[in-house]
């Protein structure tokens, strides 16, 4: 029988049993219902009615015309509310009677015939009432009886269905998914082996099909290299950096859409070119292929990509593999990966100009404040104080230190929009050394540190900015100071190394533990416990501006026994 026709019948049978049941209970719910309005309404109200008459019997004596008319009203309502035997009669001659007392009010006889008759009223009813309740009872009981009987089919059928349909639907579909999972984890030798002659026996019978030419085609070569093929293509293209590969003779191997997005071509278009030639008509292959095996990173490029200027950064991967039985690599080609950096250049941007543009605006209010504090020295503008004179010289440190602050986010900014110039020419590294020795005298006397040069002869000139390279040094050594212990010593070095002419700065401070050497020149890092007051910007410059001389930067430093900070430049 098949699987549909099955959840017909049952489902079916269990919708009809309900209704029956529903029908069953409605039906009893109605009579017993009726049979209690019955008792009601027959019953019930005459008994109200036949209390009413005996009260108003009562005070007659005491209020006669009020009591007739209630006894009169309540006899009339009676009368319309005959429904038990013999009622009829009894009421009837109650009414006679009342007839009769109206005329003779004072007949107690009378009044006691009236009495009697109005308890067998009562009585009736009384008697009525309990027969009802017995019909209704029984009613009540046949009720009960049919919806049990019909209830416990019901239950019968729907737990009958609940213990063996969910099997017979779910125990296929386990034996059916364990059989997808093991063809899909590639053991296409798997087969179902269930054949009812239902919906889940023709199913089998199309999977074991499926899973017999599946395993015909994956025992092939022709499989195993479309699937790798297949495998290779998804997950590049699935990439959301765009990528070109290369075989060793430069054609272009494969390119996934995002690549096909910024160069502006179809796939078919690139697939299998030369780069060069492509590079030819394309600017920006050209610019991709340019030095690729020479500067695998260099600066990030802008790119106009989806509607809009992005910046891309450039890194270029050697593929080399070892063939079999041999042990030298071999070049087999590169792949060129563009990262797209666009987010965090747009966010860099935006933190570089609103540096640059705090920076500029805070160095004319400190501008001013010193002006003020120089006038406020002066002995024309009034005599001042010790006390005064201690707060003058307090204010004067923290405006030159946050005038200091200043300037440095400001050359941050500047170097990293690209805005400042430098002025490199043929320069002499011993008048390097001297202005920076000059400028940091006082600060070095004041903790009485003594300043040693040491110099080689005939040092070349360097092609550098001479003033930016000085501002290094003084920024090495405003360091070197600051760590240092007082009546301790810092050098100066100036060597030839290399065809480069090193500048070192040597102090015998407390050194920077190498975790955090490698971190010294990244922008706004500061060592763990040492002086705060900066912007951690001064290394981070000083990188920078050496660098842009094509010159080298470094530090080496050892706990407790001091660091060393060198820089090189070329010379002439």
Not at 97 to 107: P, Y
Not at 286 to 313: Q, T, W
Request: charged share 25%.
């Amino acid at each position: 029988m098949r699987i549909k026709t099955k959840l017909n019948l049952g489902v079916g049978l269990l919708f009809v049993l309900i209704i029956v049941l529903s029908l069953v209970s409605a039906f009893y719910i109605y009579s017993i219902k009726k049979d209690t309005q019955n008792i009601l309404k027959a019953n019930y109200e005459t008994l109200e009615y036949s209390r009413n008459m005996l009260s108003s019997l009562d005070e007659i004596e005491v209020n006669e015309t009020k009591a007739i008319l209630i006894f009169e009203t309540n006899l009339k309502k009676q009368i319309a509310n005959i429904t038990e035997v013999v009622e009829d009669k009894v009421t009837y001659d109650l009414q006679r009677k009342f007839h009769i007392l109206e005329q003779d009010r004072n007949n107690a006889t009378l009044k006691s015939q009236i009495r009697n008759d109005i308890f067998e009223i009562m009585k009736l009813n009384m008697n009525a009432i309990k027969v009802k309740s017995d019909i209704a009872k029984k009613t009540a009981e046949t009720a009960n009886l049919w919806i049990a009987i019909v209830g416990s089919l019901c239950f019968l059928i729907a737990f009958n269905l609940l213990v063996n349909l969910p099997n017979n639907i779910a125990n296929p579909i386990k034996e059916l998914t364990a059989s997808i999972k093991e063809i899909a984890n590639r053991n296409y030798s798997e087969r179902v082996h269930f054949y009812n002659h239902n919906e889940y026996g023709d199913l089998a019978k199309s999977f074991n099909t499926m899973a017999e030419k599946l395993e015909e085609y994956s025992n092939s070569n022709l499989h195993k290299l479309t699937f790798e093929k297949k495998r290779l293509e998804t997950l590049i293209n699935n990439m959301h950096d765009p990528i070109i590969g290369l075989d060793s003779e430069g054609v272009i191997l494969f390119v996934n859409d995002e690549a096909l997005k910024i160069i502006g071509l179809r796939q078919e278009e690139v697939i299998g070119l030369s780069a060069t030639t492509l590079a030819l008509k394309n600017d920006l292959m050209r610019s991709l292929i340019i030095n690729e095996l020479e500067s695998p990173k260099a600066h990030p490029m802008k790119i106009f990509a989806d509607g809009k200027e992005s910046y891309f950064e450039k890194e270029t991967v050697n593929i080399t593999i070892t063939p079999t039985g041999e042990d030298k690599s071999i070049d087999i080609g590169n792949v060129i990966i563009l990262r797209n950096i666009t987010i965090f250049k747009e966010l860099d941007f935006a933190k570089t100009n609103f540096i640059a543009t705090v920076s500029h605006e805070l160095k004319t209010p400190i501008s001013s404040i010193k002006l003020s504090l120089q006038l406020l020295e002066k002995s024309e503008t009034g005599a001042i104080n010790d006390e005064q004179k201690q707060l003058i010289e307090s204010i004067k440190e923290d405006s030159q230190r946050l005038l200091k602050i200043t300037g440095e986010l400001l050359d941050i900014s500047q170097l990293e929009t690209g805005n400042i110039h430098l002025n490199i020419e043929k320069s002499n590294p011993y008048n390097i050394v001297n202005y920076a020795i000059d400028a940091v005298k006082v600060q070095a006397e004041q903790k009485q540190i003594e300043l040693i040069i040491d110099t080689e002869k005939d040092v070349p000139e360097v092609k550098a900015d001479s003033e930016k390279t000085g501002w290094v040094l003084i920024n090495f050594l405003t360091n070197a100071i600051t760590y240092s212990s007082n009546q301790s010593k810092i050098i100066v070095k100036l060597k030839k190394e290399n065809n480069q002419v090193v500048f070192q700065v040597i102090d015998y401070g407390k050194g920077i533990d190498k975790r955090y050497q490698s971190k010294v020149f990244d922008k706004y890092f500061q060592i763990p416990g040492s002086n705060k007051s900066g912007t951690g910007l001064g290394l981070a410059i000083s990188k920078e501006f050496i660098e842009a001389q094509n010159g080298s930067i470094s530090v080496e430093s050892e706990l407790g026994l001091g660091s060393t900070f060198s820089i090189g430049l070329n010379w002439v």
